[in-house]
């Protein structure tokens, strides 16, 4: 089977294509449109790839999660943290670590044993009740820096975790992918690359059952313009009928007259097309712009 | 004999009490000792450049790209006039931020003096025996050139004194933050350094000061609080310490601040007012301003916010209101927004502001065409 090459942003995260990786990920869905079927995708992509998964889970039991996410036959290992059983420590008398503890503290003792690891907070809003908000997110970045830990997916349900919270993981995050309702499913997916470029997209997808994502398209943008959009009345005719009757001249065209219009070749477009090329490798001293100081320039 | 206009040779006795500092020039408008940003077109704008004893907050755009661009070329100034420098910064690691400087362009004062210096002279012979001016003039430069495409080597940042603050040697910062532990930090090193006005100390050197995404979620939750929370304090009460700090020092400072983040306009305001100088990025990445075509020579807006009288009743006037910067595959410069010249056949003669025109005319509603085709 031919590689087909993926132009779509979606594609390149899921698949881990994105070169470098992104250190931490922030997938947020709503109580209309569940998240968890990208999050395990994701997930499957990377034990495919041999990296282990540290899951740390506070609203679904380890033995459900481990139904969807096999890692049987899969070169990466998933290690589960539990803190969906009893996080408050009602039934055994203390409180989990996991969930109370800041996370590089948690995570520290498997991190350090060899390997490139993922990290998975399912729920960022449930260890929000647990931990200090500013204790969480200093957590969360130190987490991300850490040399052995190759990205951390934060997931969460953004109607229901707090703003600020909201803001500040995204202005740490270098990828954030916001699930929308639609039909099929999309996500608005903005992506951080250390060289400075930021890119958006909005896409929308659908996921097969053994968690592997199809059909990614972009989808069709009708937001609203604030902005003035292109004059482009330069190729229509914009005179009315009213005022064109108002006047004495003769102004409308006949079909032939405008059809004759249309087909004129003026000298100067005859010319152009023609000619030589302009190789030109910039020295070390020149300041070449891609853009020529002259493009405005309409004639 | 000492007529009109001859020099005299009369030398006075005793040391020359100027302050030579590299790196720094006095500013033609008032007599601040004024040091160079390592961006000429911003020292334009801040008239000449950034005085000793001043502070320059620059709010970051949306996603850091441009404003760590800022930083980058400050820093890199500094370590090519050989400046002190502390670098604060938590998002980023400091020690990221200083490997990843600009490189300089300037060629070497070295390679132009081996250059023909024994020639015998044939015409300006009086001045054979004149000796050569010194050389070595690139460290005394006010403003250097960089180029953006390649990185400073690391033995010439190695011989600057830089001192990097990233939070790791604060013990508890639930308890103290991060700001007090850094007030303290730069407090010693300006008493270190000698660079305090009050100490009698001649001043070879000024420090310059940076922190980098001031107030963002790892400093401190104050971004999302609301003035009547008065939470506030930590965040005021450190900017408000280090700007007396770094008045009562040779000491610059630039401060990059996410203000994007604030949920109440107020806090930016103060901190407006705490700064000396103040200038906001507001970059055109995923906003629809990225389409209008105004705008597409151009990353982003350049908004000047406040400008420093020092020592004068008004700033320096700029000429322009509207500014924008452009990063050029070698540089980052800020120019004045032009509207291009309408050369089309349809040319459209209306006055308002493009920026924010409404759609439909006045007069005829929508019947009116933009254009008559004659």
Known sequence: MAAVVSRTVLDRLVSLRESPMLRLLLLTDTVEVCGRGLLYCLLCAHLRAGTHILYLTTSLHPAELHQHIKDDDTAGKIEFYDGATDPCGWDSGEPAECVTKPLPEVMKSRCRTGGKVVVVVDRLEHLMLHQDSGQLVRGLHTLAHEGEVEQVVVYCGRDVVCEDMLEAVTHLASGVLHLHHTQPCSCVILVRKPSGKVIKAQEEFSLTPDFRVQGVRPTQKNTGQVGVPADTSASSDPTPESLLAATTFSLSLTDEQRRAKNELLLPHTRVQGEGGQILYTPDQEDDWDEDDPDDDLDI | ??????????????????????????????????????????????????????????????????????????????????????????????????????????????????????RQMTIAWRYQNQSAPPAGLSSNRFSHSFDLTGTMEEDQVAKVDTCLFDGSEVESPASTGYYWPLLQHIERRITEGGLSTACNKAKTNVMRLAVHSLASPLWGWEFSRQEKDHQWHRLTTFFYGLRALVRSSFCVCL?????????????????????????????????????????????????????????????????????????????????????????????????????????????????LPRNLEF
């Open chain 2, 1 to 118: 004999m000492s007529g009109v206009g001859a020099v005299s040779s009369f030398q006075k006795r005793g040391k020359a009490r100027v302050v030579s500092i590299p790196g720094a020039r006095p500013s033609v408008h008032n007599s601040q000792l004024l040091l160079s940003t390592g961006m000429p077109s911003l020292d334009h704008l801040l008239g000449g450049g950034l005085p000793v004893g001043s502070i320059l907050l620059l709010e970051q755009d949306r996603h850091d790209v441009y404003s760590k661009l800022f930083l980058k070329y400050y820093l890199a100034e500094g370590v090519m006039s050989g400046h002190m420098l502390t670098l604060a910064s938590l998002d980023e690691s400091p020690q990221t931020l200083m490997a990843t400087l600009p490189a300089s362009t300037d060629r070497d004062a070295d390679e132009d003096s081996t250059t023909g210096t024994d």
């Open chain 2, 255 to 367: 401060v990059t601040v996410p203000s994007h983040l604030f949920h109440d306009t107020a806090l930016i305001r103060r901190l407006q007012s705490l700064a000396d100088f103040v200038v906001r990025l507001e970059s055109f990445q995923g906003s629809d301003k990225e389409t209008n075509p105004i705008f597409k020579d151009y990353h982003g807006l350049f908004h000047v916010v406040k400008l420093a009288a020092i020592n004068t009743l008004v700033p320096p006037q700029l000429d322009a209101t509207d500014w924008v910067f452009k990063l050029r595959r070698r540089r980052m410069v800020i120019e004045r927004l032009h509207l291009p010249p309408e050369l089309s056949e349809t040319v459209s003669r209306s006055q308002e502001d493009p920026l924010t025109k409404p759609r439909g005319m006045a007069c005829m509603g929508e019947k």
